[in-house]
């Protein structure tokens, strides 16, 4: 009694030690001496370099300065005042902006102060950066119109400095701040208001170019600030477009793509005549132009920005896509063109006369419009260019203007096809994509085919995936075509095996859409005859298994080609029905009167578990007997609809596996009471490790769960592991390892029930016990905490599980390797061994946490097919020996392709090793999903061992180590 008096104060007396040191945390919060030091090493000022480094030093603790701004401010500037080095005064000015956007600093006064060093400051660096400190100040505080009316009015002031850094930090100061209400009197003028668009517009001829892309920029921050810029801004930006330096001419691109936006209807006259075009069809014409510019950062500037003018005309879209060469003022045709002309003219050189054969056509030299001007073959040049940057961007807008027009997608489509031989990977993808997204407005020709279909022997997988996607969106004219595609996809399969579901994926969508045109090539792809029986094919060969899935898929939309299937076909119709489902559609074999498929079962098997769920859910009120009789029946019928129902399976498995502990906890508490000694034997921890590994099944594998339903699983599994650690330390252990064991129960309570409170779910009796006897158990010594444990178990009641809305099961398919064979796999023991892994994830909206298990490796080629994996769990390849022998292979994040929102593709290498054989045996393969570890009570010195969830069954493959070769 003495001792539990003696804790009892020792915990009193730690709880009030624990409430003292929270107002010691709160003044440690705030790191007064750091300004302190800052302020004594500017006073000092021993030399620059240590000026600088206090001011380095300060900028970097800005965000601990607290109430202290002002006294900081007077200190910079005190030392502005008495510093000659221009460098520390530029450094003093910077900061000066850095602290206008804190909140206890005053704008005006910052404002005044730096006036006040504008007057005296004579370097031209300083003067630029303190004006740029006045626009740090001026955004500070947006809704002070007064202090943007005089910070614009300084700045007006100082345009006409000397120096180009001055003069552009006054332009981008009026740009960001400025306004149209904020107007500056003109000195030369004094009657005159000058607007803040005809001051940026003035300085677009100044002769330094960094100002003058200074102006435009400024212009545009107007337009980005919701300021509106005159129609008399576009004929000076059009003058831009000629400037000698690239940025310029970049900002002034910029500028006439806006206005384009913002006046595409107004009138514009054409030099040189007297007609008018719209603005939006003169600025594409003169964007279009500088994609012929000298510089590459022009060029892509151009070529972006050509995509978002959609309402150009289109006979400038079209002009885009037509390049005329001229040479020395005369057209230049073709000999073909020549010809033709010279022979409709009717005349004949008689050759009695030197070159009277000669065109005849002179042009006019003011008639000429040469290949550099105006819209005319600006995406051919844009395509042909020489760096990627710019055949990207061309690409880009190419396809999507073609999106908003079929006409000018019809035109564009060679163009895009070109791109398929390009040098660059990159480009070439980018060419498949933008096809794809043109697939409902054009149609693929014969000619086109034979450079789409190139791209199949490509070495890259990631162009072969691309076309491949590409063709089961896109439709051809004609059987001859569709018949290359075949070919191509078939030949692609003999190149590269492990394509082949991808393959087969593509043939689906090309029966699919296009059944009639399949219809004339079945006798030739089912080497089908009128008269003679033909012998039955392979169904182990995948080019037959090819060419199957798009009849079938064909047939599915053209009844008639049912009837020229034979026998066999319907044979090797039901196995891939079975084998790929996802693949195979469902077709009504003729011959045969029953049906496959009765309509509504899927509903009917959706209200026969929602009964099922009903009968439960009063359990808990039910005898031990009654219930355990019920829930074997139960749980015997859910597991048998999760192997017949493909749809429901996994809400049939969820809840069957969720029932199945409850029958086992139900058992327990049936056979023997939990405070008896016959409570320690391993039929008891058996039974609780089966428990625990179905509320872990229930945790990780399915998705879709509500909140409710990880509450009653994680309250099970508290069950479960209650039972656990009562029959552990009713064995013969230590008290080390008794008191580690409560510890870790009693955080295990701590979790859940911060989980259940913060998810507002209602714990029943044997949870409600518990966590109100949570304190005592952490006070009391190891017998009272047996007590407390032995007195909640006889409050454990079967729980029932309600019905989900949509429950999805984490599930992998190994397609490759396929099984055991009779030629072993052979590689040199010891040394590493490259596997490639191909791996499909399903609702993986994040790929950050997927890794791969290998339980030891070899040169085996891996499909895997996952489905519905969430974002927490971590994909292993597990490869089981006979000796046990576990490795762990993680991928490159670069390995991950995004192919939908929650899809994602890994394709990698993964590197394997293992000693010398006596002789070949089979290797154990199988897809897991690694999982942390929960409190494992049955050994304290393994609480951080991670533990793995099969999602596979396992596949045996035949390897044999070779000896090194000396």
Not at 136 to 163: F, M, Y
Not at 484 to 495: E, K
Not at 894 to 907: A, I, N, Q, T
Not at 942 to 954: A, E, F, G, W, Y
Request: aromatic share 6%.
């Amino acid at each position: 009694m003495a001792a539990l008096l003696k804790k009892r104060a020792v915990a009193e007396f730690s709880q009030v030690i624990q409430e003292e040191p929270r107002p010691i945390k709160k003044l440690k919060l705030v790191q007064k001496p750091l300004l302190q030091e800052v302020h004594l090493d500017l006073t000092v000022g021993t030399s620059t370099q240590e000026a600088v480094s206090s001011l380095i030093h300060l900028e970097h603790h800005l965000s601990q300065i607290g109430e202290n701004v002002v006294n900081i401010v007077r200190q910079l500037i005190d030392h502005y005042h008495r510093e000659k080095e221009s460098v520390v005064r530029w450094k003093i000015a910077h900061i000066l902006g850095l602290l206008s956007k804190h909140p206890q600093c005053a704008a005006d006064s910052v404002v005044e102060e730096i006036i006040s060093l504008l007057k005296t400051e004579k370097s031209h660096k300083v003067v630029g950066q303190l004006i740029q400190s006045l626009q740090s100040v001026g955004l500070s505080a947006p809704d002070n119109r007064d202090l943007h009316l005089k910070i614009v009015q300084l700045a007006r002031e100082h345009s006409k400095h000397t120096h180009h850094v001055v003069r552009s930090s006054c332009l981008n100061l009026i740009g960001a701040v400025g306004s149209h209400d904020t107007i500056s009197k003109d000195t030369d003028q004094s009657e005159e208001h000058v607007s803040v668009q005809t001051l940026l517009i003035s300085f677009t001829q100044d002769q330094d170019p960094r100002v003058r892309s200074s102006a435009f920029r400024a212009v545009q921050q107007l337009h980005q600030r919701g300021q509106s810029i005159d129609l008399s801004v576009y004929d000076c930006a059009c003058k831009a477009l000629t400037d000698d330096y690239e940025d310029v001419r970049t900002a002034a691109v910029k500028l006439v793509w806006i206005l384009s936006h913002l006046y595409p209807e107004s009138k514009v006259p054409v030099p040189e005549s007297d007609d008018e075009i719209r603005l939006v069809d003169d600025g594409f014409a003169k964007i279009c132009n500088m994609m012929n510019d000298i510089s590459m950062k022009v060029r892509v500037e151009a070529a972006t920005l050509l995509g978002s003018l959609h309402q150009v005309s289109p006979k400038f879209l079209e002009q885009t896509l037509d390049k005329k060469l001229m040479s020395n003022m005369r057209q230049k045709k073709s000999a073909h063109e020549r010809a033709k002309d010279h022979y409709a003219s009717g005349e004949w050189s008689s050759g009695q006369k030197w070159a009277d054969d000669a065109p005849k056509d002179e042009v006019a030299p003011e008639s000429v419009t040469l290949m550099n001007m105006g819209a005319c073959g600006a995406f051919v040049h844009g395509t042909e260019d020489e760096f990627l940057e710019v055949r990207n961007a061309a690409l880009d807008s190419l396809c999507e203007l073609a999106a908003q027009s079929q006409e000018f997608a019809i035109l564009s489509q060679d163009s895009i096809i070109d791109m398929f031989n390009d040098e660059i990977e990159s480009v070439r993808l980018n060419a498949i994509n933008s096809l794809r997204k043109l697939s409902n407005h054009v149609t693929l020709r014969e000619d086109q085919l034979e450079i789409i279909l190139g791209v199949l022997q490509d070495f890259s997988t990631t162009s072969r995936e691309a076309l491949r996607d590409m063709l089961c969106d896109v439709r051809v004219s004609t059987k001859e075509s569709l018949n290359a595609c075949i070919v191509g996809l078939l030949d692609n399969l003999r190149r590269y095996p492990q394509d082949k579901r991808s393959v087969w994926k593509c043939m689906k969508f090309l029966g699919k859409h296009h059944p009639h045109l399949t219809l004339p090539l079945v006798p030739t792809l089912l080497c089908l005859h009128p008269y003679f029986d033909t012998p039955e094919p392979d169904m182990d060969d995948p080019a037959y298994i090819s060419v199957l899935l798009m009849v079938f898929n064909a047939a599915s939309s053209c009844p008639t080609m049912m009837t020229m299937f034979e026998d066999y076909t319907w044979q090797h119709y039901t196995y891939l029905r079975e084998s790929l489902p996802d693949l195979v559609p469902v077709l009504k074999n003729q011959n045969e009167d029953k049906d496959d498929d009765l309509p509504g079962s899927s509903s009917s098997v959706s209200s026969f578990i929602q009964q099922i769920t009903q009968q439960v859910e009063n359990i808990c009120s039910m005898e031990n007997n009654t219930a355990q009789q019920m829930l074997q029946v139960i749980v015997k019928d859910l597991y048998k609809i999760s192997e017949l129902d493909s749809r429901n399976s996994a809400s049939a498995e969820c809840i069957g596996n969720f029932l199945q502990s409850q029958l086992l906890l139900t058992q327990l508490m049936t056979k023997q009471t939990v405070s008896s000694s016959c409570i320690m034997d391993n039929h008891t921890l058996a039974t609780v490790e089966k428990i625990l590994e179905l509320t872990k099944i229930c945790q990780h594998i399915f998705v879709g769960l509500g909140i409710s339903e990880i509450g009653l699983i994680r309250q099970t599994e508290l069950k479960a592991v209650t039972i656990q650690i009562l029959t552990l330390m009713k064995a013969d252990m230590t008290n080390e390892k008794q008191q580690d064991m409560k510890q870790n129960y009693i955080k295990l309570i701590k979790n859940l029930k911060s989980y259940l409170s913060s998810s507002q779910c209602h714990p029943d009796a044997f949870t409600t016990y518990i966590f109100s006897v949570v304190d005592d158990l952490d006070i009391n010594g190891l017998p009272e905490f047996i007590t407390s444990l032995q007195h909640a178990t006889t409050m454990i009641k079967p729980s029932a599980f309600p019905i989900v809305n949509k429950i999805r099961k984490i599930t992998a398919l190994i397609n490759e390797p396929t099984g055991p064979t009779d030629k072993p796999l052979k590689f040199t023991a010891g040394l590493t061994l490259a596997v490639p892994v191909d791996i499909m994830l399903e609702n993986v909206p994040c790929t950050s946490n997927i890794r791969i298990k290998v339980w030891l490796t070899l040169a085996v080629p891996v499909d895997i097919m996952l489905e519905n994996v969430p974002c927490t769990s971590n994909i292993r390849i597990k490869k089981k020996f006979a000796d046990q022998t576990v490795q762990l292979f993680t991928p490159k994040w670069s390995d991950f392709h995004k192919l939908g929102p929650l899809r994602h593709r890994l394709v990698t290498q993964v590197l394997m090793s293992h000693s010398l054989w006596t002789e070949p045996t089979n290797v154990e393969l199988c897809v897991s999903m690694e999982t942390a570890s929960n409190q494992k009570f049955k050994d304290t010195s393994h609480d951080n061992v991670k533990q793995t969830i099969d999602l596979s069954k396992p596949v045996q493959v035949y390897v044999s180590p070779k000896q090194v070769k000396r």
